[in-house]
Structures are given as C-alpha cells and as structure tokens.
C-alpha cells in the first residue's frame, strides 16, 4: 500500500465493512493530511452514525459543509445535516410525555 492518505482512507472504508465502524474510525483518526478533505469527515459520518454517535455525526458534517467546494456536493451536505439535525430534535419531545395530561 502506498503512503497516500486518500488510500488510507479507502483502506478504512473496507475495513469498516469486514472488521466495523470502530476499527475504521481508529485508522480514519490516524491519517494525516486530510483534515480539509471533505471526503474524511463524510466518511466518518457514516461511521459515527453506525456507531450510534449522533452528534459526532452532525458535527461532522458541520466540518465537511465548509470544505466542499462543489455546490452539488454542499447541498448534499446541506441536506443530510438538517435531515440529521431534524431527527435529533424529534427524538427529544419539549415536553415530558410521560406526564399525565390530566393532571394539574
């Protein structure tokens, strides 16, 4: 394997499929030279989110956002942090659903 941090980066993408999203991010936090690679964060998205780590994930996206030069690919991003961003928020009601509505 070459010393290139793009092909580590793919190298982690496989892994996460044969050994899971932990041992990929391991190898993901250990590239250098790609923290303005919008591409590093997407990836770690992915990871996050199957790791259940919702918030790494939206932040994530937050770091990519700003890196992606092409406007299709922002609004790709774009779209994916407010779908993310909207989710989270239904998730966690305003109000207490296990009070008694009755009540007063």
């Known amino acids: 394997m070459t010393d290139s941090p793009v092909v580590a980066l793919n190298h982690a993408v496989a892994v996460s499929m044969t050994e899971g999203p932990a041992a990929a991010l391991a190898l993901v936090d250990t590239i250098v030279g790609l923290d303005s ?20 994930a939206a932040e994530a996206y937050r770091r990519a956002l700003p890196l ?25 009601p305003d109000r207490d659903l296990t009070a008694d509505p009755t009540a007063t």
Do not use: K, S
């Open 37 to 56: 690679y919008h591409l590093l964060h997407t990836t770690r998205v992915e990871f996050f989110t199957r790791l259940g780590r919702d918030g790494d």
């Open 68 to 92: 992606a030069l092409n406007l299709t690919e922002r609004r790709f991003i774009e779209g994916r942090l407010g779908r993310r961003l909207r989710h989270q928020t239904d998730r966690r």
